[in-house]
């Protein structure tokens, strides 16, 4: 009995994988391309001298929150009025919040930058051990 049931319990699996193969197929082809793509763009970069500050930049970008659209009722009027959120931050206009988000992107980068001599130091002593 239980073997029976274990042959048409592996008969479901293949009926189900039949059935969702365009869609695990889709996915792994667009895996695929994504890791061709990041091969590509690393082969690129070898010989770019400012590789390293786009990387650098786009890691800081990670870690710096998205910003957020508010639509708020204005206190005088009553309309609907749009507000950017950044950090907890208000901002009028949408240039104003990437402003700031840029700077804090920044802020990032340059503490990276700041802190890579003493870890490159810290790196080099390893070595000598």
């Known amino acids: 009995m239980s073997d029976l049931l274990a042959t048409g319990a592996f008969l479901l699996v293949l009926l189900l994988g039949f059935g969702f193969r365009e869609k695990i197929f889709g996915v792994l082809h667009r895996f695929d391309q994504k890791n061709i793509a990041r091969q590509q763009a690393q082969r690129a970069e070898r010989g770019d001298p400012e590789a390293h500050y786009r990387h650098t ?3 800081a970008e990670e870690q710096v929150e998205e910003i957020s659209i508010l639509t708020l009722s204005d206190v005088r009027t009553g309309t609907p009025v749009t507000r950017y959120i950044f950090q907890g931050e208000k901002f009028a206009t949408r240039n104003e919040a990437e ?20 870890a490159l130091t810290s790196r080099g002593k390893d070595k000598l051990e």
């Open 57 to 59: 930049m786009a890691l």
């Open 99 to 118: 402003q700031a988000r840029a700077a804090a992107i920044g802020q990032i980068a340059r503490r990276f930058y700041a802190d890579l001599p003493h």
